[in-house]
């Protein structure tokens, strides 16, 4: 184990008896010391805009937004589910979004790796996948979410 990144599903599940569930969580693991990882920067808000002489320090403005490039933390706050008016959305109730699964695909293989997803649902791994020219495996028990994601990856180029 490396890491675990959470992040916060924007449509959390309702709860009677217990807090809502907004919140899930991607363990980053390898096999070994010999592993792909590529460091990425995104743009994060600026909360405290410190200025020298001036001139912003370690940011940027640009149409009123001021924002940094900084390198990822563990806690992703910028993705939500799918919703129904959303493309990739499918009817599997626990799909994930793209983007993150983009994230963690760019972050940790090359194209033309494999990528392994033992409990593909909709197909949103193969999808990513196969975007961004790896190869992929996927495991799925239920027929339905089988041919949901023999779909997907029928309809993307």
């Not at 959470?6 to 980053?28: L, P, Y």
């Not at 994930?96 to 791994?125: M, N």
């Amino acid at each position: 184990m490396r890491n675990r990144i959470t992040w916060r599903r924007e449509k959390g599940r309702g709860a009677k008896r217990n807090w809502k569930q907004n919140m899930e969580d991607v363990w980053f693991a390898t096999k070994g010391d010999d592993y792909t990882f590529n460091l990425v920067k995104w743009k994060k808000p600026v909360i405290a805009p410190y200025r020298e002489d001036g001139k912003p320090k370690d940011w940027i403005e640009q149409n009123g937004e001021r924002y940094r490039m900084t390198h990822p933390s563990n806690i992703w706050t910028d993705l939500c589910v799918p919703f129904w008016s959303m493309p990739e959305n499918t009817p599997h109730p626990y799909q994930k979004p793209e983007k993150l699964v983009q994230r963690v695909i760019e972050a940790s293989s090359r194209p033309g790796d494999l990528v392994v997803d033992p409990f593909l649902g909709s197909g949103t791994t193969a999808v990513v996948a196969k975007r961004l020219k790896r190869h992929y495996i996927g495991f799925e028990l239920d027929a339905d979410h089988v041919r949901l994601a023999q779909k997907r990856l029928a309809e993307r180029p």
